[in-house]
Nanobody, 119 residues
Framework: VQLQASGGGLVQPGGSLRLSCTAS????????IAWFRQAPGKEREGVSV??????YYVDSVKGRFTISRDNAKNTVYLQMNSLKPEDTAVYYC???????????????WGQGTLVTVSS
């Protein structure tokens, strides 16, 4: 069972990036998939989660980020628009049976992808 996160990079403020989280060894649509991020010197925080129960976003990204799922590709995406310097972080995807923003509830993690928002 593996999760592969990708799509990070350097982008200017106001720009966009799309992160991908691809699963192997299990079917993503049976799980809740969450994106977390950890900024330098800060604790990891939940950003968004998608499950059969619905979608949730942390307040700081509402209206700017969109989470979606492509079951045929076994991939979850995080479209990030209007990026701000404070969005700079390593972004991780995680999977488990229950949709929550509590990282301790997730048993499967991707390796992280770095997003840097800077001019």
């Amino acid at each position: 069972v593996q999760l592969q996160a990708s799509g990070g990079g350097l982008v200017q403020p106001g720009g966009s990036l799309r992160l991908s989280c691809t699963a192997s060894g299990f079917t993503l649509d049976d799980y809740a998939i969450a994106w977390f991020r950890q900024a330098p010197g800060k604790e990891r925080e939940g950003v968004s989660v998608i499950s059969n129960s619905g979608i949730y976003y942390v307040d700081s990204v509402k209206g700017r980020f969109t989470i979606s799922r492509d079951n045929a590709k076994n991939t979850v995406y995080l479209q990030m628009n209007s990026l701000k310097p404070e969005d700079t972080a390593v972004y991780y995807c995680a999977a488990d049976r229950i949709a929550t923003m509590s990282e301790e509830m997730y048993g499967y993690w991707g390796q992280g992808t770095l997003v840097t928002v800077s001019s």
